[in-house]
């Protein structure tokens, strides 16, 4: 049964940091690829990066790109959301996600399978 849990969110001031965390089980991560979601209280769930399982390539969306840094530890089945220059705008639900695909996309509708989301919150 694939399963993700995510961890790692919490209260930061504006300009901080923090780092989440999305262990897998069920499955190995060396098939799979993963992305970071986020979804804002009234606003749509949006892709914010993912990582390929085949080269460990890595995507951005335009509004982290600089800040944040995705990477995966396939020993200890983890992915990892270091982000970092936190702004009250990156308030909101973060979700990893994954699915079955040698290429990851920041597409919400393209994953099956989700965490239960961590909450992260920035304060100004």
């Known amino acids: 049964q694939v399963r993700l849990v995510e961890s790692g969110g919490g209260l930061v001031q504006s300009g901080g940091s923090l780092r989440l965390s999305c262990t897998a089980s069920g499955f190995g991560l060396d098939y799979y690829a993963i992305g970071w979601f986020r979804q804002a209280p009234g606003k749509e769930r949006e892709g914010v990066s993912c990582i390929n399982n085949a080269d460990g390539s890595t995507y951005y969306a335009d509004s982290v790109k600089g800040r944040f840094t995705i990477s995966r530890d396939n020993v200890k089945n983890t992915i990892y959301l270091q982000m970092n220059s936190l702004s009250p705008e990156d308030t909101a639900v973060y979700y990893c996600?994954?699915?079955?695909?040698?290429?990851?996309?920041?597409?919400?509708?393209?994953?099956?399978?989700w965490g239960q989301g961590t909450q992260v919150t920035v304060s100004s």
């Open positions: 996600a994954t699915e079955p695909a040698s290429i990851c996309s920041i597409e919400v509708g393209r994953y099956p399978y």
